[in-house]
């Protein structure tokens, strides 16, 4: 039987200034892939250098989080930027997560969008566009790591970038594909055995299942646990461990694409 591989990754490099977010040390000697805050929700030069540092260290690829500029919010909230704009916006933030990369000998491998920026493109055909063509600005051979099913993903594939399809160890679903939004009271999979509950029964039906037990198929090559939770230790280990007996190999990003 052929070997099966998966991408574990978490949302890191959170921190900010004296303000500490996140158990990033510990997560980086669970998952293989560190999405890094790039200064506009999270993160600053500091932080993001000492997460690249320690990404390497661990052998976890690179990936650039950028967001709307929005640090007071954490980039959770909705902004409507000029489709020019918000392209320099992202290849400005994408591009100093690079260069600190390069300073420390490595490369970033792969882009994810954060927070509202992520859920606007996942539904929205136009900005899912602009999402594309800023990392195809920067470097054809970026993976965009999407939401399976989403706007953003077929976006990235018209742009002709390498696309990873990303599912939600710790996140619900609607019926179209969509996250449910974190105002509602069962947005949240709580727990690390009912994130893998959860993650085992999408693996094995290739599929995202919706709160209400519709099946959308997909294909599925990596698997985030949010890293600015109390439970995402846990639950990536959890996570990884079970992934493990069940016959997966973990990779960083590169790997399973």
Not at 8 to 21: I, R, Y
Not at 67 to 80: A, E, I, T, V
Not at 110 to 125: E, Q, W
Not at 170 to 175: E, I, K, P
Request: hydrophobic content about 45%; some cysteine; charged content about 20%.
């Amino acid at each position: 039987m052929s070997q099966k591989f998966i991408n574990l990754n978490a949302d890191l490099g959170e921190s900010f200034g004296a303000w500490t977010m996140g158990a990033d040390e510990a997560l980086l000697g669970i998952v293989k892939s560190a999405n890094i805050a790039c200064g506009f929700h999270a993160g600053d030069p500091w932080v993001m250098r000492q997460t690249v540092q320690r990404a390497l260290a661990q052998g976890v690829s690179l990936g650039a989080h950028p967001s709307f500029p929005d640090l007071q919010g954490f980039g959770r909230r909705r902004m409507d930027i000029p489709a020019r704009e918000l392209e320099a916006l992202l290849i400005y933030q994408i591009g100093a997560l690079q260069a600190l990369a390069a300073a420390e000998g490595g490369r970033v491998s792969h882009v994810k969008p954060h927070g509202a920026l992520s859920n606007m493109a996942s539904a929205d055909d136009s900005l899912a566009d602009t999402v594309a063509r800023a990392v195809r600005a920067l470097d054809r051979d970026l993976i965009l790591l999407a939401p399976a099913h989403s706007a953003l993903a077929r976006a990235g594939e018209r742009a002709g970038l390498p696309v990873a399809l990303e599912v939600f160890a710790d996140r619900a679903y609607q019926d179209d594909g969509q996250l449910v939004p974190r105002s509602h009271p069962q947005a949240m999979v709580h727990g690390a055995a009912a994130s893998w509950a959860h993650v085992e029964r999408m693996l094995s039906e290739q599929a995202l299942i919706s709160l209400s037990g519709q099946r959308l198929p997909t294909a599925i090559h990596s698997i985030c646990v949010h890293g600015d939770g109390p439970e995402a230790v846990e639950t990536a280990r959890y996570l990884a461990e079970r992934l493990t007996q069940a016959g997966w190999a973990l990779e960083g990003l590169p790997g399973v694409i």
